[in-house]
């Protein structure tokens, strides 16, 4: 029985995940070098993904410390509407990075915004601009880092924090002494998986950027601009890129991590 | 006097835990808050540490009036049951963290932390993690953590609650001989009346958030204020509208003192050198008695056989409670 689960399962994520990761992996290398070579001679493609990385740097600081003070709010603090605000959280997960899009556009549009035309008057431009990425990015991102520090928030409890303050530990050092460190692991996967799904994301961004050559055209919109103009090669060697990142963030968490973490 | 609490109430939801609670804790002294679960001990003990505010009423911590200091300022040592190690720090760093935050110079730290490990018996272990200690090594590092910051009291919340039994006796006896050579002021809780007894010089006993009685083990244990403490401080039988302890009774097999109380022996087991016997006696009581295995085979006492039971010379009795505990 175990044997027939384990073929199952092993079939399931060959055909599903590893067949078409590796297809992505060598038709990249297909002619060698040449095709990332060629890809990061082209400087609009260097754009994109100095973009891409800035975006994801900023989703992941932003996602962090909201993340990290959110989680706290909901593992200590009792206030009506607690309910409401952990089933908001999972908005992001729930509907089409799309709608994300269109929903940040009605708000933040330059012309016909709810707060866009104030802002643009500010000569503070959000939608088709890097703010609007960065925020889109955010939003789409948001529940991860929540969801992977909540269960250590809870599963350590609140005594070491007490014995904490019973030896004369303020707030401040409770948080930096004792909480952080003890939530230290959850928030480094958190980090990873929101740099993963920040440098992947898609239908928000295109939304919300403009996809304008060499500005705000990021690099998950590089591979579709490059696949519907039959440069596959190109299309993949940068899908390659970017699956390489977030393989390689995984990869060192997973050597680095203690095992005997408890 | 060390802490004094008057006046403390508190709820929770619908429940009170503590109901106008007056006690006064001597200075220097081992002792034990008992009572049941869910008495309101902790919760007393948690108010004095100040990691729980009290709805109404004042704490007073060796003449500072603490009732709204918060806890990092009432500068008091806390012991949990399941021990709260700092798990991502040493031994040592566990035992240091009070008199780093404290900003103490640091070898004066390194000297403080060495002295309070060879006090719990762990220098050996002092570059462990906690992860690696055994569960009473744990507590008695939290023990040497708590101390490290010189407190003026010392609170312990079911210290040896989570050790297994054979630990638990060690510890206790160790808490023991270490207050006699620390001196500071310490109350623990328990549910445990043996610990209770054993190991402190003053015990209150609290029960459905009053305090029930408060005196040294000898005065609750030979003069308990109410049948609860009694029951509570060991076993209790009623004989004749009286609650007196099992092995007071005397049972002889003929009616020779005024007022016995006739009654059949209907169980007989025998434990060691005592024999547990129930006796329904013609009143329709059932009562407990503890008798040497001697005294049971000289009567040549079996079940069946009709005794008479009178109370012992000296034998502590209290009037039995309307709904009897």
């Not at chain 1, 060697?237 to 680095?256: D, E, G, H, K, R």
Request: charged letters at 20%; hydrophobic letters at 45%; aromatic letters at 8%.
């Amino acid at each position: 029985m175990t044997y027939v689960l384990r073929i199952v399962a092993t079939a399931y994520l060959f055909f599903l995940v590893a067949w078409p990761v590796s297809l992505v992996v060598t038709h990249t290398f297909d002619d060698g070098f040449a095709s990332i070579s060629s890809l990061l001679q082209d400087p609009d493609t260097v754009v994109a993904l100095q973009l891409s990385a800035y975006v994801a740097v900023f989703s992941v600081v932003i996602n962090t410390l909201f993340g990290v003070g959110i989680s706290m709010l909901l593992v200590r603090q009792e206030f009506p509407g607690k309910r409401v605000l952990n089933a908001m959280l999972d908005i992001p997960l729930s509907v089409s990075p799309i709608v994300v899009g269109l929903a940040l556009v009605l708000v933040y549009g330059g012309r016909n915004g709810w707060l866009g035309p104030t802002l643009a008057g500010w000569g503070f431009d959000v939608i088709f601009s890097t703010p609007g990425i960065i925020m889109a990015t955010t939003f789409v991102a948001l529940p991860l880092m929540i969801r992977e520090i909540v269960p250590v928030l809870e599963e350590i409890g609140i005594e070491q924090e007490q014995a904490a303050q019973s030896l004369g530990a303020n707030a401040m050092q409770r948080f930096w002494r004792i909480t952080l460190p003890s939530i230290k692991w959850g928030i480094v996967y958190g980090v990873v998986l929101t740099l993963a799904r920040s440098l992947g994301e898609f239908g928000a961004v295109k939304v919300v950027s403009g996809n304008v050559l060499g500005q705000t055209r990021t690099a998950t919109l590089v591979v579709e601009e490059k696949y519907l103009n039959f440069d596959q090669q190109g299309a993949y060697a940068t899908a390659f890129l970017l699956a390489m990142v977030s393989v390689a963030c995984i990869v060192i968490v997973a050597i680095i991590r203690p095992k005997n973490h408890s | 006097m060390s802490i004094e609490v008057s006046g403390l109430n508190k709820k929770f939801g619908d429940f009170v835990a503590l109901d106008n609670v007056d006690v006064t804790i001597p200075t220097g002294q081992l002792t034990a808050l008992l009572g049941p679960s869910g008495g309101g001990k902790s919760t007393l003990l948690r108010i004095i540490a100040g990691l729980e505010k009290g709805d109404s009423g004042t704490v007073n911590i060796e003449g500072v009036d603490a009732t709204n200091l918060p806890a990092q300022k009432r500068n008091v040592g806390f012991v949990f049951q399941h021990y709260a190690v700092f798990k991502h720090m040493t031994v040592a760093k566990n035992v240091a963290f009070g008199l780093e935050i404290r900003k103490r110079p640091k070898d004066e730290i390194e000297h403080r932390v060495n002295e309070l490990l060879k006090l719990v018996h762990l220098s050996q272990f002092s570059h462990r993690l906690p992860s690696q200690l055994s569960g009473g090594q744990r507590q008695r590092m939290a023990l040497a953590r708590a101390l490290a910051v010189e407190p003026k009291v010392l609170l312990l919340d079911e210290p040896f609650g989570a050790l297994d039994a054979k630990v638990r006796k060690e510890l206790r006896d160790w808490l023991r001989r270490l207050h006699d050579d620390v001196h500071v002021t310490t109350v623990f809780v328990t549910h445990d009346q043996e610990e209770a007894l054993e190991v402190a010089d003053e015990i209150v006993v609290v029960n459905e958030g009053r305090v029930e009685q408060v005196g040294t083990p000898d005065q609750l244990y030979d003069e308990p204020a109410n049948d609860f403490v009694m029951s509570f401080l060991g076993e209790v039988t009623h004989l004749g509208g009286a609650s007196l302890r099992p092995h007071d009774i005397e049972l002889e097999t003929a009616p020779r003192m005024a007022g016995a109380v006739e009654g059949t022996i209907a169980r007989m087991v025998r434990i060691g050198f005592e024999v547990r016997l129930t006796v329904l006696t013609v009143d329709g009581d059932e009562v407990s008695v503890v008798a040497t295995r001697t005294h049971a085979r000289s009567q040549r006492l079996e079940e069946g056989s009709t005794v008479w039971l009178t109370p012992a010379d000296g034998a502590t009795m209290v009037p039995r409670m309307a709904v009897a505990g």
